[in-house]
């Protein structure tokens, strides 16, 4: 079956600690998207990609670092510089008009 | 960037009622989504709906995008129809496109 993985479900981090978020699609969809959620909160973006080797900002990118190296992968890093990382982590990719698809989550605590 | 606001932000409900949640948003769009949030973090796709009206079963949805406002009606409710409901808008820029997400209504459906 076709979907989106999202790796690992629960991750803490020490403070000043790099992470990295996983996730894989196998949809063969051409856009990749992560999304932050907050208690309470909706979705806010962090970055999307359209293609390969391309990437932008979203609305709260500053903390954070991707890469879009392969159509099928799109990894979230937290850097030492996001000062409140504790949230859920969701990632999502689509293939236009409607068609999004979203992985289960990552949910990061700081320790 | 466009806005979307969701009412109400709080919905408590007996199993059986009905049930009406709003979505304003602030621009014209071409692609206008709802989505349901499970009590574990799973974000299913619930409408596609720029305009026009859908039903799925017990759920079914209406967008009048002339007036940009799309309502959501979920009829005789059930416990598993608790979580949280967000409606999406489509933004682009630049030729890319990204989901914007209100804040959501958190429903409760008590048996």
């Known amino acids: 079956d076709g979907g989106i993985t999202q790796s690992p479900k629960y991750l803490f981090r020490k403070e000043g600690q790099n992470v990295t978020l996983s996730c894989e699609q196998n949809l063969n969809h051409d856009a990749m998207y992560w999304y932050r959620q907050d208690p309470g909160q909706g979705l806010r973006l962090i970055y999307y990609?359209?293609?390969?080797?391309?990437?932008q900002k979203g609305d709260i990118a500053e903390g954070y670092s991707v890469s879009r190296e392969k159509k099928e992968s799109f990894p979230l890093t937290v850097t030492s510089a996001q000062k409140n990382p504790t949230a859920f982590y969701l990632c999502?990719?689509?293939?236009?008009?409607?068609?999004?698809?979203f992985g289960s989550g990552t949910r990061l605590t700081v320790v | 960037g466009i806005q979307v606001e969701q009412s109400p932000p709080d919905l408590i409900l007996q199993e059986g009622a009905n049930s009406t949640l709003r979505c304003n948003f602030s621009?014209?769009?071409?692609?206008l989504q709802w989505f349901h949030q499970n009590p574990w973090g799973q974000l299913i796709n619930l409408f596609y709906?720029?305009?026009g009206t859908k039903q799925n079963g017990r759920l079914s949805a209406t967008t009048v995008a002339t007036e940009r406002y799309s309502l959501l009606y979920i009829s005789s409710s059930q416990t598993t129809d608790s979580g949280v409901y967000f409606c999406?808008?489509?933004?682009?820029?630049?030729?890319?496109?990204?989901?914007?997400f209100g804040k959501g209504t958190k429903l409760t459906v008590n048996p």
């Open positions: 621009d014209s769009v071409n692609n």
């Open positions: 709906i720029p305009s």
């Open positions: 990609s359209q293609i390969v080797n391309d990437f």
């Open positions: 999406a808008v489509a933004e682009t820029q630049g030729g890319s496109e990204k989901l914007v």
């Open positions: 999502a990719s689509s293939k236009g008009l409607g068609g999004y698809t």
